[in-house]
């Protein structure tokens, strides 16, 4: 038993003694590296901080920068662009110079959390919007007391502390319709003082949609409905009576237009009339003399028709006398061609006579030329007997020959 004990305890030394030398070699090692350590954390302090804090910031554009020397207390301001930060020295606040816009959403609805009162005590809600800006002048020597949170610590205290005393002023009805721009105007003039106060200037505060409860909304809008019906028969009768008064008049202008125009057409007949007879006056001598015109004019044309007449008379029995002579002359021509006519061809009868007497051929010649000029003309002695010429020719018997030549002296007589 003592023996293991011993062994034990033997190897417990051993086990101490080694961790103590592997101790002793890590300090050794340790003395070695920590200047290396603490350079490296060194380095690592300085570049988180120039991170944390960086030596150049920028400021951008609508914004206005105030840098604050924390060892002397000077202020310094800047516009957009970069400004030199030195840790631990100086101290950088960034302001908006924009036109902000707050809105008090627990006064929205009349359900909300923090409802406005009216003067009966009802609770309704108001859309508000308050636009307002930090004044440039003041931010530097504010920039201290400004709080981070503008809205929630200097606009909002200030807005509320306005609206809920200014709407305990006014009816429901008051703020619903007829006192709104009134409201709006007090609660400026309020409260632009009041952040005024603070380096901030008010632009404009508008008063948007009013919610009111639904029972006062109800028997308003029956109480709105009732007049308006009110309004529409107001309306309504004033336009009839002015309707009536504008037939009235209508009718009133349509007699006297009328009137006018009578006494204008009564005038122009006037006028008219004496106008014809200033032009009777002038116009009846230059009738008369017209008339004693056309009587001359009239005479002058009856005595031009008879010595037209008369020379066409005169004319008329020379133009007979003439054409009787002519007659007389004619037939004296005339007689005088019959005449010598008669005479010529009784000559020349007697010559034919004559001829023929000597040449009884001819006849039977001047027969067949007359018959047609296809026919040819065989010319013969006339036989002894007196009978016809082509008997002998055609070798008829006698009794036919003499017949046909009896025909053909028939024909030629």
């Given at each position: 038993?003592?023996?293991?004990?011993?062994?034990?305890?033997?190897?417990?030394?051993?086990?101490?003694?080694?961790l103590?030398?592997?101790?002793?070699?890590?300090?050794?090692?340790?003395?070695?590296?920590?200047?290396?350590?603490?350079?490296?954390?060194?380095?690592?302090?300085?570049?988180?901080?120039?991170?944390?804090?960086?030596?150049?910031?920028?400021?951008?554009?609508?914004?206005?920068?105030?840098?604050?020397?924390?060892?002397?207390?000077?202020?310094?301001?800047?516009?957009?662009?970069?400004?030199?930060?030195?840790?631990?020295?100086?101290?950088?606040?960034?302001?908006?110079?924009?036109?902000?816009?707050?809105?008090?959403?627990?006064?929205?609805?009349?359900?909300?959390?923090?409802?406005?009162?009216?003067?009966?005590?009802?609770?309704l809600?108001?859309?508000l919007?308050?636009?307002?800006?930090?004044d440039?002048?003041?931010?530097?020597?504010?920039?201290?007391?400004?709080?981070?949170?503008?809205?929630?610590?200097?606009?909002?205290?200030?807005?509320?502390?306005?609206?809920?005393?200014?709407?305990?002023?006014?009816?429901v009805?008051?703020?619903?319709?007829?006192?709104?721009?009134?409201?709006?105007?007090?609660?400026?003039?309020?409260?632009?003082?009041?952040?005024?106060?603070?380096?901030i200037?008010?632009?404009?505060v508008?008063?948007?949609?009013?919610?009111?409860?639904?029972?006062?909304?109800?028997?308003?809008?029956?109480?709105?409905?009732?007049?308006?019906?009110?309004?529409?028969?107001?309306?309504?009768?004033?336009?009839k009576?002015?309707?009536?008064?504008?037939?009235?008049?209508?009718?009133?202008?349509?007699?006297?237009?009328?009137?006018?125009?009578?006494?204008?057409?009564?005038?122009?007949?006037?006028?008219?009339?004496?106008?014809?007879?200033?032009?009777?006056?002038?116009?009846?001598?230059f009738?008369?003399?017209?008339?004693?015109?056309?009587q001359?004019?009239?005479?002058?044309?009856?005595?031009?028709?008879?010595?037209?007449?008369?020379?066409?008379?005169?004319?008329?029995?020379?133009?007979?006398?003439?054409?009787?002579?002519?007659?007389?002359?004619?037939?004296?021509?005339?007689?005088?061609?019959?005449?010598?006519?008669g005479?010529?061809?009784?000559?020349?009868?007697?010559?034919?006579?004559?001829?023929?007497?000597?040449?009884?051929?001819?006849?039977?010649?001047?027969?067949?030329?007359?018959?047609?000029?296809?026919?040819?003309?065989?010319?013969?002695?006339?036989?002894?007997?007196?009978?016809?010429?082509?008997?002998?020719?055609?070798?008829?018997?006698?009794?036919?020959?003499?017949?046909?030549?009896?025909?053909?002296?028939?024909?030629?007589?």
């Amino acid at each position: 038993m003592s023996e293991r004990m011993t062994a034990i305890a033997a190897a417990m030394r051993e086990g101490f003694g080694g961790l103590g030398t592997a101790l002793r070699s890590l300090g050794r090692r340790a003395l070695d590296s920590r200047g290396a350590i603490v350079g490296v954390t060194v380095v690592a302090l300085v570049g988180w901080g120039v991170w944390k804090n960086p030596p150049v910031q920028t400021v951008a554009r609508g914004e206005l920068g105030v840098r604050a020397n924390r060892l002397t207390g000077a202020v310094a301001q800047f516009r957009d662009g970069s400004v030199l930060v030195l840790p631990g020295l100086h101290e950088l606040r960034v302001y908006p110079l924009r036109d902000q816009v707050y809105r008090p959403v627990q006064v929205a609805k009349a359900t909300g959390e923090s409802p406005l009162q009216s003067m009966e005590g009802l609770s309704l809600g108001v859309d508000l919007a308050v636009r307002y800006a930090l004044d440039p002048g003041r931010i530097a020597a504010m920039s201290g007391a400004l709080p981070e949170d503008l809205n929630g610590q200097i606009v909002e205290p200030a807005v509320q502390g306005v609206i809920y005393k200014v709407f305990t002023r006014y009816t429901v009805r008051e703020i619903f319709s007829t006192k709104r721009a009134e409201i709006q105007q007090q609660i400026e003039s309020e409260l632009k003082g009041k952040l005024a106060a603070d380096g901030i200037v008010l632009r404009s505060v508008l008063m948007g949609k009013v919610d009111l409860p639904a029972d006062y909304r109800r028997g308003m809008d029956q109480l709105l409905a009732e007049e308006l019906e009110t309004e529409r028969m107001r309306y309504t009768i004033e336009l009839k009576n002015k309707q009536v008064v504008q037939t009235a008049l209508e009718a009133e202008a349509e007699k006297v237009r009328r009137e006018k125009a009578a006494e204008a057409s009564a005038r122009e007949q006037v006028i008219a009339a004496r106008a014809q007879e200033e032009a009777m006056k002038h116009v009846l001598p230059f009738k008369q003399k017209q008339i004693q015109q056309r009587q001359l004019e009239a005479e002058a044309d009856k005595l031009s028709r008879i010595r037209t007449a008369e020379g066409q008379a005169q004319a008329r029995r020379i133009e007979a006398a003439g054409e009787a002579d002519s007659r007389q002359k004619l037939a004296d021509a005339e007689a005088y061609r019959l005449d010598r006519l008669g005479k010529v061809t009784s000559e020349q009868m007697a010559r034919e006579g004559a001829l023929i007497s000597q040449h009884p051929l001819l006849i039977q010649k001047t027969l067949a030329d007359k018959l047609s000029d296809k026919v040819q003309v065989i010319i013969a002695p006339p036989p002894g007997d007196g009978g016809f010429i082509g008997t002998g020719l055609v070798g008829a018997p006698k009794h036919q020959a003499t017949a046909h030549a009896g025909q053909v002296s028939r024909s030629a007589e």
